[in-house]
């Protein structure tokens, strides 16, 4: 296979996984499988393909149908039933569910080369459990309608999404008002202005972002876990589901299951590290798309809602407000795009498609109008050229228009940013490593962390998250547990040097007795029953990380 790898929506490889196949189609295409089976169950299906978006979405599907069924009914999962799940394809990709079924069972064959005989699990009971989940087609139901991510999944996106500040999502309810384009730009033009910003295009059928930003010709690489985005211009970090396919001519054949897995691997599984702003190009609509990341990027997230003066549009975009209500996601305002025509020779304005009509929504709507950018065909020519046009034509009305939303953004997230300040210092957060479910006594190889957030006035408990921490490596948990937003950690025994690390991060070090729970180490800290201090344990002094 190629170096870099093609993101299906299960991608992999999968770590500790005991079964493994790869097969090259006659098509010349190759699929890899990765299973973790356990008393004859598959815990965890995971692939990756070259080929091309039919491939993708044939191994993802033959992955998600093995993924918590038993041997016996994973055995019999046939190429039909794959593209029937899928709703068909076109008759030069039907292969590609036989490549990929093929390519599973040849994974289940390598389990059964290496199986522990004590793994064995009653396959009759199996069998029938397994009966209960099918359809009249042979298809698990819980494909047909989805199934919800793993904890470990759902860990790994908050972990993610945890280092980012805030995040705008770019919404309109009606497709072609340029909403990619002002995404393009407003990411751009915050990269311009000194903020560490990602961009992600979460637009399944319709990834234009690659092409606007001149990356049409990158991809995405793997680097064994994760996917690492695209830099592009100042910096600024890219990812888009146009990067993973094989060409500009491959479609995307997915049904709303398959998108939101898809969209969820792409916001959790990037590499974003710590960003200021992401900025996510939404697909219009208030469908599937907008609502699976609306619901996965959690708190520090607002809306920029995109509009065209024509009241066919208003009336969509209407909508979207609607939407963001719904779902509790603050609107930053409304950019009206297309705003009236400016000539490029004399510089007057001339109202083609009216104006006015995103600020009389903003109105009718109780939110705020950024502005709006009128027509100038400069910006045409920055998109097929692939240079924004903040960058490329920076002294033009669009771009000096734009510019002047830009400056109400920043605004806005300033003042988002200091009552999140104002928020996160009224109240605390105490780590405390876990093992077994009582304090660990070696921090650094528990098994969890609990981390508790209380209000410091009145002494309650607002909420309690156990967390697994990543491998131990020196220096890595202090800055880990900062990212968390940890203000103390209550723990049996840590020595100086540890203690030090700590204290860089801002962490205060409280030592605590060992075998309590983390709700009774919380306790006895709110009643000033723990002290801060050196190790108990010795050995912490010269081991510890």
Same mark, same amino acid.
């Given at each position: 296979?190629?170096?870099?790898?093609?993101?299906?929506?299960?991608?992999?490889?999968?770590?500790?996984?005991?079964?493994?196949?790869?097969?090259?189609?006659?098509?010349?295409?190759?699929?890899?499988?990765?299973?973790?089976?356990?008393?004859?169950?598959?815990?965890?299906?995971?692939?990756?393909?070259?080929?091309?978006?039919?491939?993708?979405?044939?191994?993802?599907?033959?992955?998600?149908?093995?993924?918590?069924?038993?041997?016996?009914?994973?055995?019999?999962?046939?190429?039909?039933?794959?593209?029937?799940?899928?709703?068909?394809?076109?008759?030069?990709?039907?292969?590609?569910?036989?490549?990929?079924?093929?390519?599973?069972?040849?994974?289940?064959?390598?389990?059964?080369?290496?199986?522990?005989?004590?793994?064995?699990?009653?396959?009759?009971?199996?069998?029938?459990?397994?009966?209960?989940?099918?359809?009249?087609?042979?298809?698990?139901?819980?494909?047909?309608?989805?199934?919800?991510? $793993?904890? #470990? !999944?759902?860990?790994?996106?908050?972990?993610?999404? @945890?280092?980012? %500040?805030?995040? =705008?999502? +770019?919404?309109?309810?009606?497709?072609?008002?340029?909403?990619?384009?002002?995404?393009?730009?407003?990411?751009?033009?915050?990269?311009?202005?000194?903020?560490?910003?990602?961009?992600?295009?979460?637009?399944?059928?319709?990834?234009?972002?690659?092409?606007?930003?001149?990356?049409?010709?990158?991809?995405?690489?793997?680097?064994?876990?994760?996917?690492?985005?695209?830099?592009?211009?100042?910096?600024?970090?890219?990812?888009?589901?146009?990067?993973?396919?094989?060409?500009?001519?491959?479609?995307?054949?997915?049904?709303?299951?398959?998108?939101?897995?898809?969209?969820?691997?792409?916001?959790?599984?990037?590499?974003?590290?710590?960003?200021?702003?992401?900025?996510?190009?939404?697909?219009?609509? $208030?469908? #599937? !798309?907008?609502?699976?990341?609306?619901?996965?990027? @959690?708190?520090? %997230?607002?809306? =920029?809602? +995109?509009?065209?003066?024509?009241?066919?549009?208003?009336?969509?975009?209407?909508?979207?407000?609607?939407?963001?209500?719904?779902?509790?996601?603050?609107?930053?305002?409304?950019?009206?795009?297309?705003?009236?025509?400016?000539?490029?020779?004399?510089?007057?304005?001339?109202?083609?498609?009216?104006?006015?009509?995103?600020?009389?929504?903003?109105?009718?709507?109780?939110?705020?109008?950024?502005?709006?950018?009128?027509?100038?065909?400069?910006?045409?020519?920055?998109?097929?050229?692939?240079?924004?046009?903040?960058?490329?034509?920076?002294?033009?009305?669009?771009?000096?228009?734009?510019?002047?939303?830009?400056?109400?953004?920043?605004?806005?997230?300033?003042?988002?940013?200091?009552?999140?300040?104002?928020?996160?210092?009224?109240?605390?957060?105490?780590?405390?490593?876990?093992?077994?479910?009582?304090?660990?006594?070696?921090?650094?190889?528990?098994?969890?962390?609990?981390?508790?957030?209380?209000?410091?006035?009145?002494?309650?408990?607002?909420?309690?998250?156990?967390?697994?921490?990543?491998?131990?490596?020196?220096?890595?948990?202090?800055?880990?547990?900062?990212?968390?937003?940890?203000?103390?950690?209550?723990?049996?025994?840590?020595?100086?040097?540890?203690?030090?690390?700590?204290?860089?991060?801002?962490?205060?070090?409280?030592?605590?007795?060992?075998?309590?729970?983390?709700?009774?180490?919380?306790?006895?800290?709110?009643?000033?029953?723990?002290?801060?201090?050196?190790?108990?344990?010795?050995?912490?002094?010269?081991?510890?990380?």
């Amino acid at each position: 296979m190629n170096e870099t790898r093609q993101l299906p929506a299960n991608f992999g490889p999968l770590k500790g996984a005991n079964g493994n196949a790869r097969i090259t189609g006659p098509c010349g295409d190759t699929m890899e499988f990765w299973l973790r089976i356990v008393n004859d169950q598959v815990l965890r299906a995971r692939f990756t393909t070259d080929g091309c978006g039919a491939a993708i979405a044939s191994g993802t599907m033959a992955s998600s149908m093995a993924e918590g069924n038993y041997l016996a009914f994973v055995e019999k999962i046939t190429s039909n039933q794959v593209l029937d799940a899928l709703g068909g394809l076109p008759p030069d990709h039907q292969h590609c569910p036989v490549l990929a079924v093929n390519t599973l069972k040849a994974a289940l064959a390598d389990y059964q080369t290496h199986r522990n005989p004590e793994g064995q699990a009653n396959m009759e009971h199996a069998c029938q459990s397994q009966a209960k989940t099918v359809n009249p087609k042979g298809v698990p139901s819980r494909v047909e309608v989805g199934h919800g991510p $793993t904890p #470990d !999944e759902d860990e790994a996106l908050r972990r993610r999404l @945890g280092r980012i %500040a805030f995040k =705008i999502l +770019v919404l309109s309810g009606k497709g072609g008002v340029g909403k990619s384009t002002v995404a393009v730009n407003l990411a751009v033009a915050l990269a311009a202005a000194g903020k560490r910003v990602g961009l992600i295009d979460v637009d399944v059928h319709g990834p234009s972002i690659p092409k606007l930003i001149g990356l049409e010709e990158s991809s995405m690489e793997f680097d064994g876990e994760s996917l690492l985005p695209v830099i592009g211009p100042s910096g600024l970090k890219v990812a888009s589901l146009g990067f993973l396919l094989k060409t500009t001519r491959d479609a995307v054949v997915w049904r709303g299951p398959m998108k939101y897995k898809a969209i969820r691997e792409l916001l959790g599984g990037v590499v974003w590290g710590d960003l200021d702003v992401l900025v996510v190009d939404c697909p219009p609509g $208030t469908g #599937d !798309e907008p609502l699976s990341v609306a619901q996965s990027v @959690g708190h520090s %997230a607002a809306a =920029i809602v +995109v509009t065209t003066p024509q009241q066919v549009a208003i009336a969509d975009v209407r909508r979207s407000i609607t939407f963001c209500e719904q779902v509790g996601l603050p609107v930053l305002g409304i950019v009206e795009n297309m705003s009236g025509y400016v000539c490029p020779k004399c510089e007057e304005s001339t109202a083609l498609f009216k104006t006015g009509g995103g600020q009389q929504l903003a109105g009718e709507m109780k939110v705020p109008f950024l502005g709006g950018i009128p027509i100038d065909p400069q910006i045409v020519d920055s998109g097929d050229c692939g240079t924004p046009f903040v960058e490329r034509y920076a002294q033009s009305p669009s771009a000096c228009a734009f510019a002047e939303i830009l400056k109400s953004i920043l605004n806005q997230l300033n003042c988002m940013n200091k009552t999140e300040t104002q928020k996160s210092n009224h109240n605390l957060k105490i780590a405390i490593p876990l093992a077994g479910g009582r304090l660990a006594d070696h921090f650094g190889h528990c098994e969890q962390f609990a981390i508790i957030e209380i209000n410091p006035n009145d002494k309650n408990i607002l909420n309690t998250a156990l967390v697994t921490p990543p491998a131990h490596e020196p220096g890595l948990l202090p800055r880990w547990l900062q990212q968390e937003g940890v203000q103390v950690i209550i723990t049996g025994g840590m020595g100086e040097r540890a203690i030090k690390l700590f204290s860089e991060n801002g962490i205060k070090v409280k030592s605590g007795v060992s075998g309590k729970t983390a709700e009774e180490l919380v306790r006895i800290f709110l009643q000033g029953g723990l002290i801060s201090g050196p190790s108990a344990c010795g050995h912490h002094e010269h081991g510890c990380h």
